[in-house]
């Protein structure tokens, strides 16, 4: 039997592949000119979170990559409204309002179904 752990996992995992690939093609949601403003860094981690969560959803245990990427998802998003942190987001992954935003939501939504569901 498969968990809602898992299965987040892997669903959370197929989505951040997909905005990792889609930030190296022009289109108007995800890269440098789209509406979440990505460059190369933040593709290439969004591919290997991306890749992670299908590993851990097919493969592994939800629960560990579920709690790590809530929390680093809802960290980035408070270090975004920081000043300082915020500059230094957007200049070296080009995190911007919206990313931050985005952030803090994944983060609260990714944490909620860590801690609110079964861990097996």
Do not use: C, R
Not at 26 to 55: C, E, K, M, R
Not at 71 to 97: H, R, S
């Amino acid at each position: 039997m498969t968990s809602t752990q898992k299965i987040f996992a892997l669903v959370l995992g197929i989505v951040l592949l997909l905005v990792g690939i889609l930030g190296f093609v022009s289109n108007p949601l995800v890269g440098d000119t789209g509406y979440f403003s990505t460059n190369t860094n933040q593709d290439i981690l969004h591919i290997i979170a991306g890749l992670i969560g299908i590993w851990v959803g097919t493969m592994g245990s939800g629960p560990g990559f579920n709690m790590s990427l809530g929390w680093i998802a809802l960290v980035l998003g408070i270090l975004g409204f920081i000043p300082g942190a915020k500059e230094l987001l957007l200049q070296y992954l080009n995190i911007d309002t919206n990313i931050t935003i985005l952030h803090v939501v994944i983060g609260i939504v990714t944490l909620g179904v860590y801690y609110m569901t079964d861990k097996d």
